[in-house]
């Protein structure tokens, strides 16, 4: 079993700032295209970002554009997702996921099922 997994999420208040790592120890990391993911209660699960193999390109969901930030580190084979200006509608469940060489999309969301490899994902709760 291929572990994925996240830390760094936690209780914050809005207009706060986090940031959310990811390790995947395992994996070639440079041949994995890696997002986010997240869940809210109640709620499906949506695609936050994307980030392509060397970070030279990145995809964000409407509702963060602008706020968050996607980077990766595959020397560390580490995705990081730095979190600015939360809002409450920020508070879910922050999922890492790992689709190997997959082309680089066109435009964000992509599909869950073309991400192989996920993570157990890391609590962000926002307070107001």
């Known amino acids: 079993q291929v572990q994925v997994m996240e830390s760094g999420g936690g209780l914050v208040q809005a207009g706060g700032s986090l940031r959310l790592t990811c390790t995947a120890p395992e994996l070639t990391f440079e041949n994995y295209l890696m997002a986010w993911f997240r869940q809210a209660p109640g709620k499906e699960r949506e695609g936050v970002s994307c980030?392509?193999?060397?970070?030279?390109?990145?995809f964000y969901a409407e509702s963060v554009e602008g706020r968050f930030t996607i980077s990766r580190d595959n020397a560390k084979k580490t995705l990081y997702l730095e979190m600015h200006d939360v809002k409450p509608e920020d508070t879910a469940r922050y999922y890492c996921?790992?689709?190997?060489?997959?082309?680089?999309?066109?435009?964000?969301?992509?599909?869950?099922?073309?991400?192989?490899?996920w993570g157990q994902g890391t609590q962000v709760t926002v307070s107001s």
């Open positions: 980030s392509d193999y060397s970070s030279s390109a990145a």
């Open positions: 996921a790992a689709a190997y060489k997959f082309p680089v999309p066109q435009n964000w969301p992509m599909r869950e099922s073309d991400f192989k490899y």
